[in-house]
């Protein structure tokens, strides 16, 4: 694909000619959530003007348009992630947190028992930390932690120790959302199977900066969200290879998710909308259809390459300061964020006066409480990138850090 040109993406996003008395933004949060396309704002526009209407294919026109839309969108996903098995692999959720939620009940709270082992990361995200810390408490199994270095990476040894015949899932992240740290997802799967064990890959923070192809890798599971690759929030996907999700029960009951019910029990409809209980989230799937498109369009090589451009830019910029601590692996070696501390001054107080910048980041502990603290580290500050972020951007962050630096001198 042609090289990405910033101007021309820049002039999808209106939200970016923003300003705040006159201080244009400078909207550096993507990790949290990215922004939203005119491409993706008019499909949820054409969507409600011309073919709103509940899905599951209705007699009548609208849902007929709107069925095949929704059911279309799953497809689309499917191919932005290499998944052969198309809709029946791909159930749209709210949102990643739900998509590891699903696994977690529908597999978990069934297959797990005492004995068993969750291997998760010390770098994990409060959506699978919690949930599996959690379903470990209902079900009597265990959960142990790969431990993350000094430089943020993870100990493959520890891993190699770790995972073993009492293993029944891994779950990883894929980049890690406060360190920017890229996993080695493919091993750790080879890890995994080698134990007749489980691997859910938390894609979140991967899936909208890089290609990612889950057949290659071989995860038996993958989340992520939409509103973090240029869809709108409520939109979320599980993939799940399909004999694992044939073998799943539901765990959230109701319309649209059954095939027969009589007083006494009921029978199930077919992937993937045995788990899409009630009314699905119809818009906000065919909008991240269209996202899906927008980005192909740029083309993910370059979506990956002007990330990283960016953090390595920023790492480098930030590393001119002798009192600023940045977490994670070297400028090189990360995903498209840096999170740091700047001495002496709080994070959240670094936020506030970047913000009198125009600059937006994220301060706290991004969902990975234990993380911070095993860092020793109450928060930090964090700069995420995507494809419409400048150098000139990351040169603004700098200014209000120095900025900072002589309000709290
Ligand atoms: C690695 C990772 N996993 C899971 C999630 C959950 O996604 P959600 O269900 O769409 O919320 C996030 C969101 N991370 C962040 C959300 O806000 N700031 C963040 O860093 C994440 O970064």
């Not at 020793?376 to 494809?387: C, L, T």
Request: hydrophobic fraction near 40%.
């Amino acid at each position: 694909s042609a090289p990405l040109s910033v101007e021309d993406i820049r002039s999808d996003f209106p939200i970016l000619e923003r300003e705040f008395d006159g201080t244009p933004l400078v909207y550096l949060d993507n990790a949290a959530t990215s922004q939203t396309p005119e491409p993706v704002v008019d499909a949820i526009v054409e969507y409600y003007h011309t073919y709103n209407s509940n899905v599951h294919r209705g007699l009548h026109q609208l849902s007929q348009e709107a069925s095949i839309a929704y059911e279309d969108a799953h497809d689309r996903v499917a191919e932005f992630i290499g998944a052969s098995g198309e809709r029946e692999e791909i159930v749209f959720t709210k949102n990643a947190t739900e998509s590891m939620n699903t696994v977690a009940y529908a597999w978990g709270l069934e297959e797990l028992g005492p004995g068993d082992e969750i291997v998760l990361t010390e770098m994990e995200h409060h959506a699978a930390l919690v949930t599996w810390q959690q379903i470990a408490k209902k079900t009597g199994a265990t959960v142990r932690f790969i431990e993350v270095d000094d430089e943020g990476y993870l100990d493959m040894d520890h891993a190699r120790e770790l995972i073993g015949p009492d293993t029944a899932m891994v779950s990883v992240v894929h980049v890690s959302n406060t360190l920017g740290t890229v996993n080695p997802v493919s091993e750790l799967t080879d890890l995994a199977h080698e134990q007749d064990a489980l691997i859910f890959v938390d894609g979140a923070q991967s899936v909208p900066h890089m290609p990612v192809d889950v057949e290659a890798i071989d995860a038996d599971f993958f989340a992520f969200s939409g509103h973090k690759m240029c869809g709108p929030t409520g939109v979320g996907v599980l993939y799940g290879k399909k004999h694992l999700l044939e073998e799943m029960q539901p765990y959230l009951y109701g319309g649209m998710m059954i095939e027969k019910v009589t007083f006494e029990d009921s029978t199930w409809h077919e992937l993937p909308w045995k788990f899409e209980a009630g009314t699905p989230v119809i818009a906000q799937g065919i909008a991240l259809a269209e996202a899906c498109d927008y980005l192909d369009e740029i083309g993910m090589d370059n979506v990956k390459r002007h990330g990283e451009a960016l953090a390595e830019y920023a790492h480098e910029r930030l590393s001119e300061f002798d009192d600023i601590e940045i977490l994670g692996p070297p400028a090189d070696d990360r995903g498209a964020l840096v999170s740091f501390n700047l001495d002496t001054v709080h994070a959240h107080d670094v936020s506030e006066i970047l913000n009198a910048h125009g600059v937006a980041v994220r301060a706290g502990d991004h969902c990975t409480q234990p993380l911070h603290d095993k860092l020793g580290v109450p928060a930090s500050a964090r700069a995420s990138f995507y494809i419409y972020n400048t150098r000139e951007e990351v040169d603004k962050l700098v200014e209000g850090l120095e900025d900072a630096r002589e309000l709290f001198a």
